[in-house]
């Protein structure tokens, strides 16, 4: 390939600092859930401490798998994750199939956060002003033109954003993230003020259950609440810094992601007694308990944080599966069009297929979106999977036995997560229209795997692993 080319085609900018993948992986930590599961999910299944308990812990038990990431970061520090990951350890064949996965699961969280929206303002704004022009119903969820306007407005622009090249997106992502740490906090900070009655946390456990299970019940969601952190991995040719921070940063997040949802919780539980306070059904429980502690103020900086936290998880995921779709294509596992980048350094069709999708997505309900999103849980809990088994293997080929442990731990964890969503009464358990998502998309994964086999496995890098593929280019383009 030519220099001009290259030059035409672009490379990676390494622009984003440590900030910036710090952000990324909070932002697409924390979702809009943060702010209605205390509510709807937490508290009645384990109590305020039970809740609290449950969060931090499954916070530190995601922080196993990260080791296995920051290893595969070192190792590889190349954009794809999962994809090269699964290739250099087991093949092109599980490559394809954990990226195929993982594809979906990033981008159906774009369409998703974007309808969180109007979530958003129905919860703020009752009788929202954006539910004028109603079209229909579907799956039990009123579908209106001015909500499905704002989702396009919102998944538009932040396409812009990225497309404009990863500074850009990195320096967004910062501020917003920012923004839902400081607002989270002035809403704590708030309530505390206020002096609350600490004996409104009693009973500190859902009564009437072991402690244990109330822990249990809680930890069950850590896959749902943490998932977000693997989006680090994608940008890994894009560090200003050295990879090894990389582990540190993916800590960090998680971490603080554990204690904002801590502190959720803890505001939704400590105003009134928790107990017949969620015994009244309110429509909004976080809500309410902030308006009643600081007013209005309060819940304006609750609506801030939550609308950071849908925007910095689209931002996040726009950055996480362009770069995947780039590290497919430019490995012939998806056509060759996702694999140009501009001069700027952004794999810009990318971005742009993943924009035209989502803006088909509002169309069909939120109800249908949330059932392929839980749905692309599966895929999640397969990237942690097989980044901790190909961690595992090529630790025991390096002989470095610390992390071969490390991994095999996190290859039991992340198993667990990826069974429980095939046992009934799990948190995570598929419904059946999940059920059949998952099947669809399965029977399309096998057809489109056989269509691109020639040129895939017997093509131009015919016997030649995804990360040397990428290596290759990556020095072709710091010669430019």
């Keep these: ?17 440590k900030i910036d993948i710090w952000s990324l992986a909070l932002g697409a930590i924390i979702g809009w859930g943060c702010f209605v599961m205390p509510g709807t999910s937490f508290l009645p299944k384990a109590g305020p401490l039970g809740s609290i308990l449950g969060l931090m812990l499954g916070a530190i038990i995601m922080c196993i798998i990260c080791f296995s990431y920051g290893y595969m970061i070192r190792k590889f520090p190349l954009s794809g994750g999962e994809f090269v990951y699964a290739d250099a350890a087991f093949g092109k064949k599980h490559a394809f199939i954990c990226g195929w996965f993982i594809v979906l699961a990033y981008w159906s969280l774009i369409p998703l956060n974007s309808t969180a929206l109007a979530m958003i303002s129905r919860y703020i704004l009752p009788g929202s002003p954006l539910q004028v022009g109603y079209l229909y119903t579907i799956a039990g969820w009123d579908v209106y033109l ?31 993230a920012i923004s839902l740490f400081a607002a989270v906090l002035f809403a704590l900070v708030g309530v505390l003020l206020t002096k609350p009655d600490f004996n409104n946390l009693k009973p500190f456990f859902l009564e009437g259950q072991p402690k244990f299970s109330s822990i249990l019940a809680v930890l069950a969601f850590a896959p749902y609440c943490f998932v977000g952190f693997d989006c680090i991995p994608q940008a890994a040719e894009e560090y200003s810094f050295s990879h090894k921070a990389a582990l540190g940063l993916m800590v960090g997040a998680i971490l603080v992601g554990g204690i904002i ?125 097989y980044t901790c088994a190909s961690a595992a293997k090529i630790a025991k080929r390096d002989g470095d036995k610390g992390q071969m442990w490390i991994s095999i731990l996190g290859i ?37 795997y056989f269509s691109i086999k020639k040129h895939y496995i017997y093509g131009r890098w015919k016997g030649i692993p995804v990360s040397e593929i990428l290596y290759t280019k990556m020095k072709e383009d710091r010669k430019i």
């Design 1 to 17: 390939m030519s220099g001009n080319k290259q030059q035409q085609e672009g490379a990676f900018k390494k622009d984003l600092r």
């Design 146 to 176: 001015g909500e499905i306007a704002l989702a396009y407005a919102f998944i538009i622009g932040l396409g812009i954003v990225n497309m404009r090249g990863v500074k850009s997106a990195g320096w967004f992502q910062t501020l917003v």
């Design 261 to 385: 949802y801590s502190a959720v919780v803890f505001i939704t539980s400590v105003v009134n007694p928790w107990a017949p306070m969620l015994a009244a059904n309110p429509d909004w429980a976080t809500g309410e308990m902030v308006l009643k502690a600081i007013g209005y103020i309060g819940v304006f900086f609750i609506g801030i944080a939550m609308l950071c936290a849908v925007i910095s998880g689209m931002n996040g995921f726009y950055i996480a599966s362009s770069r995947l779709l780039y590290s497919m294509s430019y490995a012939d596992a998806l056509p060759k069009k996702f694999a140009h980048l501009t001069p700027q350094g952004t794999p810009k069709n990318s971005i742009l297929f993943m924009m035209l999708l989502a803006l088909i997505a509002p169309w069909f309900g939120r109800q249908v979106l949330a059932w392929i999103v839980d749905m692309t849980c599966v895929g999640a809990a397969m990237g942690f999977t």
């Design 412 to 448: 039991a964890v992340a198993s667990i997560f990826l069974i429980i969503t095939f046992i009934p009464g799990m948190p995570g358990f598929l419904s059946i229209p999940s059920f059949i998502i998952l099947g669809v998309w399965t029977v399309l994964g096998i057809i489109f």
